[in-house]
């Protein structure tokens, strides 16, 4: 585990206003976290790109917008109130409790997600040197199961039928909308439903910042096919390639810290064929980034079982009844954002510097006046920047010396900071100034927005 880079990227969110740990004033909430002027746009970019390849740019893709709040039938039918249950075990010590496969793992390295909570105790039991990562002690309770779904009370009286939960996963709003969108556009099979939302599930491991919250914001797909005409292992290859290229691509993560980690048989849930993790390696290891699962079309059956509506659809070619297979790629975006954070932070002998691509930079450009204290400098500087805004978020700094300006927007990722100075006022020149290699050239004022634009595609 790298700590220090840990310790330090989590610094630097709080500083410069990415990441506040929730409810701060009030001494904190566990596993809840606020995002600042800077990781509002950066959670904002990462949602807008992640929208515009899975939906706006493919023809097979429609979007989704299901409520948080929902029925009990839904999750009963789901499976979630019967099994999303995580096995955790307290310390006898310090009280703390943690989830029993995290614990053993952390100390052990080996997976074992899925293991019985039998399992789980016995290897607790036999190994004296996993220990509470809290205080140290080896006595720990008995392996419990935990359910993650958090219920909620609707309506002034209890007890009355107002039973409803929030969703532990924004795919169930999918299928149970899967007839309703069918029904209400043109889509033909194979075809993707996608959504973004908040997700809620009731985690209670601490420590990690953002990569593991009772709060988070899921982007997931059920993409619908016929298994008698469209191939699994061909369309799961597709969607390996697409995640791939996403993260690599456009989010510009560095390859060799991504890799894909199949499920064995204990791992995968049993109504899946395959899964798949996309693992990014945190500072505190390589961890699940983006799920990818051959889901058969377990879910749409069990809906219409329990809600006894009729979920298929027609075939218009062939009049065939078809309840679809679904393949779901599953991905947090806050995680996304943790990775981004970790894999653009650099140090440099003098300076942080985030080296984000600048399609996902909070800040495309920054705008200096060279002093604050010269009237036409600063009108010059205002109506730049004024110009640039409607284009672009563009931040502006006019405090402290030009050199101390630069290291401020390094660290929050900032490409590009445009400089006024004398010669602006008589050529109509700026310096614009490069983040990552710090070079300078001057460029007409009219030039700079497609100087900019010209690296955000
Ligand atoms: P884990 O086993 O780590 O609890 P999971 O396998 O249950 O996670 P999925 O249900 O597959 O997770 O969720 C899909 C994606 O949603 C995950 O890959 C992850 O990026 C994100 N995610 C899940 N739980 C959380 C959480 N508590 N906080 C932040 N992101 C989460």
Redesign the pocket.
């Known amino acids: 585990m790298n700590q220090d880079l840990m310790e330090k990227i989590v610094a630097l969110s709080k500083r410069r206003g990415f990441i506040y740990p929730g409810s701060e004033i009030y001494g904190g909430l566990a596993?809840t976290y606020d995002y600042g002027p800077l990781g509002t746009e950066l959670l904002r970019n990462i949602r807008n790109l992640w929208w515009k390849y899975f939906v706006q740019e493919r023809s097979d893709m429609v979007g989704l917008d299901s409520s948080i709040i929902s029925h009990h039938r839904v999750w009963e039918a789901s499976g979630h109130v019967a099994g999303f249950a995580?096995a955790m075990v307290d310390c006898r010590n310090c009280k703390a409790r943690m989830?029993a496969d995290q614990l053993i793992e952390n100390f052990k390295g080996e997976k074992v997600?899925g293991k019985s909570p039998e399992d789980l105790d016995k290897i607790i039991l036999e190994n004296d040197d996993i220990v509470c990562p809290n205080c140290h002690k080896h006595e720990f309770t008995k392996v419990r199961k935990f359910n993650l779904l958090f219920p909620v009370q609707l309506g002034i009286v209890e007890g009355e039928g107002g039973e409803a939960y929030l969703r532990?996963?924004t795919a169930q709003g999918i299928f149970i909308n899967f007839k309703n969108v069918a029904d209400s556009t043109r889509v033909r099979l194979p075809f993707g439903i996608a959504q973004i939302g908040k997700?809620f599930?009731n985690?209670i491991t601490p420590g990690n910042s953002?990569?593991?919250?009772?709060e988070?914001?899921?982007g997931?797909i059920e993409y619908f096919f016929d298994p008698d005409s469209s191939t699994w292992e061909e369309l799961f290859e597709k969607w390996k390639g697409q995640i791939w290229n996403f993260v690599t691509q456009e989010l510009g993560v560095k390859a060799e810290n991504v890799k894909w980690r199949e499920h064995d048989d204990r791992e995968r849930s049993f109504y899946s064929k395959k899964t798949e993790?996309l693992e990014y390696n945190f500072p505190f290891g390589f961890?699940?980034?983006?799920?990818l699962?051959y889901r058969t079309n377990y879910d749409l059956t069990n809906h219409s079982e329990v809600s006894k509506q009729d979920l298929t659809i027609v075939d218009p070619m062939t009049n065939k009844k078809i309840l679809p297979h679904v393949i779901e790629p599953?991905?947090?975006l806050?995680?996304?954002l943790l990775m981004i954070l970790v894999d653009a932070y650099t140090q440099e002998e003098n300076r942080i510097v985030l080296k984000l691509d600048p399609k996902l930079a909070p800040y495309k450009l920054a705008v200096f006046p060279l002093v604050a204290n010269k009237p036409e400098l600063l009108d010059k500087a205002r109506s730049i920047y004024d110009s640039l805004k409607p284009k672009f978020m563009t931040a502006w700094d006019d405090r402290g010396n030009i050199g101390k300006r630069y290291l401020s927007q390094d660290e929050a990722g900032t490409p590009y900071a445009v400089t006024i100075d004398y010669q602006t006022l008589e050529d109509d020149t700026v310096t614009i100034r490069d983040r990552d290699t710090a070079s300078q050239e001057r460029i007409r004022v009219s030039e700079i927005s497609s100087y900019v634009m010209d690296n955000l595609t």
Do not use: H, M
């Open positions: 596993n995580d989830r997600e532990g996963e997700s599930r985690e953002i990569f593991r919250t009772i988070f914001e899921q997931e993790d961890k699940e980034l983006w799920g699962a599953a991905v947090g806050n995680r996304l």
